[in-house]
């Protein structure tokens, strides 16, 4: 059983709309929507909390996402890279999760409440300080359909 396939790199920057200037200018990278809300998270400890989440995907493959910087969690920006993580989709989150805890690579924070395991996505920190994201694979269609695109012109 294996992930089906790497789709992202996710990189924690200070100013969201900064970050996507630059990066169209130096790589001609063009950006879907831009996207803010709540989310709830859980980290490894069960500790749950309410963040704001701001975020863009680039529009072609593999794709870039930008997530604004958010002090007291692990979106922050350091003085070493802000690359933070590698996306992977997965068609069974939890046994991947699991798989992943089980190979010493422990979860580090997962969305939802509660003690159940993960639904949507789930990072794990690998002990060389690689952060992976597994995305549940159910999540690829509205991603393709909302996130991936360009926004419309008037």
């Not at 709540?38 to 493959?61: F, H, L, Q």
């Not at 003085?79 to 939890?94: A, T, Y």
């Not at 409440?113 to 269609?141: C, K, Q, S």
């Amino acid at each position: 059983m294996s992930l089906t396939e790497y789709f992202h790199v996710g990189i924690v920057v200070p100013d969201l709309e900064a970050a996507q200037a630059r990066l169209t200018e130096l790589l001609g990278v063009e950006w879907g929507p831009v996207m803010v809300n709540d989310i709830d998270i859980r980290d490894a400890d069960g500790v749950e909390r309410v963040v704001p989440n701001k975020i863009c995907y680039s529009t072609a493959s593999p794709y870039l996402e930008l997530i604004e910087e958010v002090p007291g969690t692990p979106w922050v920006c350091n003085e070493h890279s802000n690359l933070h993580h590698i996306g992977v989709f997965s068609g069974q989150l939890v046994h991947h999760s699991d798989r992943f805890h089980a190979a010493q690579c422990p979860l580090e924070l997962t969305d939802g409440t509660g003690d159940g395991p993960p639904v949507m996505w789930a990072y794990h920190r690998d002990p060389l300080g690689v952060r992976i994201e597994i995305v549940n694979d159910e999540l690829r269609p509205a991603m393709e359909q909302f996130m991936w695109r360009a926004p419309e012109t008037p």
